[in-house]
T-cell receptor, first 110, second 114 residues
Framework: GQNIDQPTEMTATEGAIVQINCTYQ??????LFWYQQHAGEAPTFLSY????GLEEKGRFSSFLSRSKGYSYLLLKELQMKDSASYLC???????????FGTGTQLKVEL | DAGVTQSPTHLIKTRGQQVTLRCSPK?????VSWYQQALGQGPQFIFQ???????QRGNFPDRFSGHQFPNYSSELNVNALLLGDSALYLC?????????????FGNGTRLTVT
């Protein structure tokens, strides 16, 4: 089976750092993805981990621990435009089908 | 470089009707996947097309069907529409079915069933 858990909402301050956690249970796991989705728009690819460890891309970093079924997305130097839903998705079960969590709605405040 | 394009952007249908949604993949991509996203939820996998064949299918009834054309574009068809089919339908494309191929999403078609 496939199961993804992430917090529903988070609030952070502009300029701060926020960590969004995700736990997953996915048969045949072969990758963990993070997407950003602004209201009414398409999900935008942020990062992707296959092996354990940290992947850094500018202000965004993502971490994966396969043994723990755990990932997090780290956003640094938060900006107001980072207010969005952040979707954690695990790939598995053959092919490149993604199973998404319900998303974490991040609100960045002044 | 055109990204994933979907049409129409919005659609209103009545229960029992049929609908066809269209998708053109990002340039260089040959695999198309369709997802349904209800309000406040994450996208749910419907099916994936590669080399004009359905390769994987999610937990959706046979009322949902699709097609992929030789130019890699794709259609999603939904028959006998139900109120619960109201959602954002997202098309995503990628290259091949390999591991190192993130999905790129289109802006979606907002379907409302009344």
């Amino acid at each position: 089976g496939q199961n993804i858990d992430q917090p529903t909402e988070m609030t952070a301050t502009e300029g701060a750092i926020v960590q969004i956690n995700c736990t997953y249970q996915t048969s045949g796991f072969n990758g963990l993805f993070w997407y950003q989705q602004h209201a009414g728009e398409a999900p935008t690819f942020l990062s992707y981990n296959v092996l354990d460890g940290l992947e850094e891309k500018g202000r965004f970093s993502s971490f994966l621990s396969r043994s723990k079924g755990y990932s997090y997305l780290l956003l640094k130097e938060l900006q107001m435009k980072d207010s969005a839903s952040y979707l954690c998705a695990a790939r598995g079960g053959g092919g490149n089908k993604l199973t998404f969590g319900t998303g974490t709605q991040l609100k960045v405040e002044l | 470089d055109a990204g994933v394009t979907q049409s129409p952007t919005h659609l209103i249908k009545t229960r029992g009707q049929q609908v066809t949604l269209r998708c053109s993949p990002k340039s260089g991509h040959d695999t198309v996947s369709w997802y349904q996203q209800a309000l406040g939820q994450g996208p749910q996998f419907i099916f994936q097309y590669y080399e004009e064949e359905e390769r994987q299918r999610g937990n959706f009834p046979d009322r949902f069907s699709g097609h992929q054309f030789p130019n890699y574009s794709s259609e999603l068809n939904v028959n006998a529409l139900l109120l619960g089919d109201s959602a954002l339908y997202l098309c995503a494309s990628s290259y091949g079915q390999g591991v190192n191929s993130p999905l790129h999403f289109g802006n979606g078609t907002r379907l409302t069933v009344t």
